[in-house]
């Protein structure tokens, strides 16, 4: 968990998913694969498990936001996808509440999955590869922010 840091269990209201859903989402794609490529730019994604990606697609739906991110992974880079794939390889569906929780490192994505906070569905092995991927990243340590100073 990131210190100092805790994401309680929320739900945002249900006309933020129907404004969201109606929005154009090729930029959560846009955004999310650029932030795959920075980690693994940095080396925090391993390199043998990024290979095992290639040629595979995933979609990132964030429930109660109404964004849902899609890309797909080729020549060792995390590519936007512009339209949502039929079938993706590996799909992920849950509230912000709880991919800020994973995020933090406070819940761990089979916690999430027992407690059907968190929808994984598609290629068994391929969400199993990426939840020991996502496992393995070391967040650096940043430093302690105070806002109060004396």
Do not use: Y
């Not at 992974?73 to 995390?78: A, E, I, N, T, Y």
């Not at 849950?94 to 991919?99: K, P, R, T």
């Amino acid at each position: 968990m990131i210190q100092g840091i805790t994401i309680p269990d929320f739900k945002l209201p249900g006309v933020i998913a129907t404004i969201g859903a109606h929005l154009p989402q090729w930029p959560h794609s846009l955004a999310l694969a650029t932030a795959l490529n920075a980690a693994a730019k940095v080396g925090l994604l391993p390199a043998d498990s990024l290979e095992r990606l290639a040629g595979r697609s995933f979609v990132v739906e964030v429930l109660d936001a109404g964004g849902v991110a899609s890309f797909a992974c080729r020549d060792g880079l995390f590519r936007p996808l512009l339209t949502v794939p039929q079938a993706p390889d590996l799909c992920f569906q849950a509230n912000l509440s709880a991919f800020l929780q994973l995020l933090t490192r406070q819940e761990d994505p089979d916690t999430l999955f027992f407690k059907r906070e968190l929808s994984i569905t598609g290629d068994t092995e391929l969400g199993l590869l990426v939840k020991n991927m996502l496992d393995a990243i070391e967040w650096p340590q940043l430093p302690q922010l105070s806002l109060f100073r004396r």
